[in-house]
Each structure stands twice: as structure tokens, then as C-alpha cells.
């Protein structure tokens, strides 16, 4: 089965962020020796597999909105207001870019190495709690920096919750004329 890819153009049915032959190319200047040896159809896969765990781990932070209707293209890119803190334009809407398709190839080559292994991912304990305190992990948190590092300009940022306890106000000590001025002595 060929591999549909995401130009930027809204393409129906597609399924990957990024070519077979930008993959190779990618991995060959990484120097990613098992990814050469790897079938054309173990390599698809693993493009398709990266594609849909990038877009599960990352898709309630992606910044802007979907540019196509859900109906004609699953993937969340491409996408419009795409923008940076001062309002400039990071990526056009007609575009898939260069830093996620960057990291759907780092991805793959882990899916390809690995298979499953962003699905354990996707899986990992995101909240942990300790009577009244809690952590709660991003999405992509336990994902290589070679993956989650690129995204960063294309994602919101992850709130933060910060616990509150229950601690009682302490209490001030009486305030008595020349006890902090040296009057007192």
C-alpha cells in the first residue's frame, strides 16, 4: 500500500507527515544505519505509526486551528494562525513544517526499531499523587528530546498545576513599642 502523504494541501486520506524518500534522506545524514536496511513497507509503517503518535501525544497543544475539515483529512496539520509570541506567522496554513516533519522522522525510526514503543508512550502515567500533592506531566513527557524538541515552536505551553495545601496562616507575634527599633532596652 503506498504511502499517502500530507503536502499541506488538505490531502484526503493521508497519512504521513512525511515522504518515504525525505525519510531516508534524514536518516542517512543521521547516519541511522538500521533504517536503510528496513523494508519499503517496514519504513511506510513506521512513518505511519510516527505520524498518528505525534498528532495523539501532541494534538490538544498544537497552536492555531485545523485548516481542513476532520472528514477529509484526520492528520491535525496543516493548520492556520500558526503564530509566535509577538503574532508573526511561524508556518503558513498551506504548509507542513519542516520541525514536525523532522520529528515524525526521529519518531519513525524508533517506531521502526522499537514497534510499539510511542504506543507504551502514549500509555505512560501522566498524573501521580501523594496525598495532597500531585504531578502532572505534559504530553510527549518520556519522548526522546530528538522528537519532542523541534515541536516546541508549534505547540501551546503545557499549564501548569501547582498544588494548592491546606496550611494554616501563621500567626504574627504581637507587635510592642520598642521591640524591632531598639527602644525597648
Same mark, same amino acid.
Given at each position: 500500500?503506498?504511502?499517502?502523504?500530507?503536502?499541506?494541501?488538505?490531502?484526503?486520506?493521508?497519512?504521513?507527515?512525511?515522504?518515504?524518500?525525505?525519510?531516508?534522506?534524514?536518516?542517512?545524514?543521521?547516519?541511522?544505519?538500521?533504517?536503510?536496511?528496513?523494508?519499503?513497507?517496514?519504513?511506510?509503517?513506521?512513518?505511519?505509526?510516527?505520524?498518528?503518535?505525534?498528532?495523539?501525544?501532541?494534538?490538544?497543544?498544537?497552536?492555531?486551528?485545523?485548516?481542513?475539515?476532520?472528514?477529509?483529512?484526520?492528520?491535525?496539520?496543516?493548520?492556520?494562525? /500558526? *503564530?509566535?509570541?509577538? #503574532?508573526?506567522?511561524?508556518? @503558513?496554513?498551506? !504548509? =507542513?513544517?519542516?520541525? %514536525?516533519? +523532522?520529528?515524525? &522522522?526521529?519518531?519513525?525510526?524508533?517506531?521502526?526499531?522499537?514497534?510499539?514503543?510511542?504506543?507504551?508512550?502514549?500509555?505512560?502515567?501522566?498524573?501521580?499523587?501523594?496525598?495532597?500533592?500531585?504531578?502532572?506531566?505534559?504530553?510527549?513527557?518520556?519522548?526522546?528530546?530528538? /522528537? *519532542?524538541?523541534?515541536? #516546541?515552536?508549534?505547540?501551546? @505551553?503545557?499549564? !501548569? =498545576?501547582?498544588?494548592? %495545601?491546606? +496550611?494554616?496562616? &501563621?500567626?504574627?507575634?504581637?507587635?510592642?513599642?520598642?521591640?524591632?527599633?531598639?527602644?525597648?532596652?
Amino acid at each position: 500500500m503506498t504511502l499517502v502523504v500530507e503536502s499541506g494541501a488538505g490531502i484526503a486520506g493521508a497519512e504521513s507527515y512525511l515522504a518515504l524518500a525525505d525519510a531516508d534522506a534524514h536518516h542517512a545524514a543521521m547516519g541511522a544505519a538500521a533504517w536503510a536496511t528496513a523494508s519499503v513497507q517496514a519504513r511506510e509503517a513506521a512513518l505511519r505509526r510516527a505520524t498518528a503518535a505525534v498528532d495523539g501525544l501532541f494534538g490538544g497543544r498544537w497552536k492555531g486551528t485545523k485548516a481542513v475539515p476532520w472528514l477529509v483529512n484526520v492528520l491535525a496539520w496543516p493548520r492556520h494562525g /500558526v *503564530v509566535d509570541g509577538d #503574532g508573526g506567522a511561524i508556518v @503558513p496554513g498551506d !504548509a =507542513v513544517p519542516h520541525a %514536525l516533519k +523532522v520529528a515524525v &522522522a526521529e519518531a519513525a525510526r524508533i517506531e521502526l526499531e522499537q514497534p510499539g514503543a510511542l504506543a507504551e508512550t502514549a500509555r505512560a502515567v501522566r498524573r501521580f499523587a501523594l496525598g495532597p500533592l500531585s504531578v502532572e506531566m505534559g504530553e510527549g513527557d518520556g519522548l526522546p528530546p530528538a /522528537v *519532542v524538541l523541534p515541536l #516546541g515552536p508549534l505547540l501551546r @505551553p503545557v499549564r !501548569a =498545576v501547582v498544588p494548592r %495545601l491546606a +496550611v494554616p496562616a &501563621a500567626r504574627r507575634p504581637p507587635f510592642r513599642p520598642g521591640m524591632h527599633d531598639g527602644g525597648g532596652r
